[in-house]
């Protein structure tokens, strides 16, 4: 009997362990995760710079880009160089993600008005030029021309902030500003900006 007992005991012990396996380790004092839109403030929040900043300023910068008469007059399609983000900001933030945002929007949306220059790739594509060359690899034309297009415009950007704190909380205030460079002339052919000021009682911690 005490075996019989002994072996109940045992195969109850390891149900108990499958069914916590499978049921996963759950913090009863925690929150649940909440899915959002990207575009809409949560509960978690500061007077930072936050997702849905990103995606009203970079919706309104390509909207802005696609309206002026160097694209939708362009003789050819004009091809654009990203320059990194400026972040004057007390925010560390990933900075160049607006204009990773701005890029995707005008390629999904602008429906070829504009060409993007992959410069950050140009080892990887030099290198791929160099095994067409020596015969390493096949090419469908000729390995010897070279086919790295040249920037008409480059795109950059600037964020800029000021920040008060008092007892009351804290106060954040960010320009968003961007700029398409002429590339011959170093013409500044357009410019656009978005602001945003935010206040809270307690700052919250940004990466």
Known sequence: MTNYRLSIAVLAIAALASGCASSGVKNPSGVAATQMRPDEQGFVAGTGIESQDLVMVTDKMARSILGIPQVTNAQGVPRIVLDPVMNNTRFPINKDIFLDRIRVQLNSKSQGKVIFLARERMAALEHERQLKQSGQVTSSSDPNVVE????????????DGMTTRTGAGTSDYVLYSFQLIDARTSDIIWEDSAEIKKQGLEDAAYR
Do not use: N, V
């Open 148 to 159: 790295f297009k040249g920037a008409d415009f480059f795109l950059t950007g600037k964020l």
